[in-house]
């Protein structure tokens, strides 16, 4: 099975900073089949990118997404309040999917 | 707007068994497949497996292969995931999930509707 990793496995930063964050895949995505998602405590996951690019419905265009092969990236331009959070990214390139281990955003 | 509404928290028993529903609301059934993701205390995100239920064969994570059991009726257009034999690890929080499928394939895409997710405590 596709191993995902991501990184920092915590980022410390301030509102209206830039966060940058990693995946990478143990093996090629070569459909770019990659997905991040938003987790906040006690709430489910939400899904903020698939196709690795597109956002999904509703998400505001702070948050942007890149990458191919095996390196990704979620950026999320100007952090509000509400951003800090745990991200997930998840291949769908092949069965099984995986996710990775995450990554938390916290205030600095 | 769509909705998968999950049964209640429940207390089990080693060794026992769980039966967790997932209630979908608009065109799940018809268009999706569901997942399902086991999230254990404080960890991460995990894929059990899926069915897409205009299709019928269910596909399973290998950790999971001969202890789970995921079906769909689709009278009622709910989604079920039984668990067998019990373990303490297997503590978490269990979700369902609308996922774009691929019919023809049984491939599984991204996770896009997430249920409201089932707190399940294996305890003796």
């Known amino acids: 099975e596709i191993v995902l990793t991501q990184s920092p496995g915590t980022l410390s930063l301030s509102p209206g900073e830039r966060a940058t964050l990693s995946c990478r895949a143990s093996?090629?995505?070569?459909?770019?089949?990659l997905a991040w998602y938003q987790q906040k405590p006690g709430q489910a996951p939400r899904l903020l990118m698939y196709?690795?690019?597109n956002r999904a419905s509703g998400i505001p265009d702070r948050f942007s997404g890149s990458g191919s092969g095996t390196d990704f990236t979620l950026t999320i331009k100007r952090l509000e309040p509400e951003d800090f959070a745990v991200y997930y990214c998840?291949?769908?390139?092949?069965?099984?999917?995986?996710f990775g281990q995450g990554t938390r955003l916290e205030i600095k | 707007q769509v909705q998968l509404v999950q049964s209640g928290a429940e207390v089990k028993k080693p060794g026992s068994s769980l039966r967790v529903s997932c209630k979908a609301s608009g065109d799940t059934f018809r268009s999706y497949g569901i997942s399902w993701v086991r999230q254990a205390r404080g960890q991460g995100l995990e894929w059990m497996g899926g069915?897409?239920?205009?299709?019928?064969?269910?596909n399973y994570a290998q950790k999971f292969q001969g202890r789970v059991t995921i079906t769909a009726d689709k009278s009622t257009t709910t989604a079920y995931m039984e668990l067998r034999n019990l373990r303490s690890d297997d503590t978490g929080v269990y979700y369902c999930?609308?996922?774009?499928?691929?019919?023809?394939?049984?491939?599984?895409?991204?996770?896009?509707?997430w249920g409201t997710g089932t707190a399940i405590t294996v305890s003796s």
């Open positions: 196709g690795t690019s």
């Open positions: 999930a609308r996922t774009l499928a691929a019919v023809v394939s049984g491939d599984y895409y991204h996770l896009d509707v």
């Open positions: 998840q291949q769908y390139r092949n069965s099984p999917i995986t």
């Open positions: 069915i897409i239920p205009m299709f019928g064969p269910a």
């Open positions: 093996q090629s995505l070569t459909t770019n089949y």
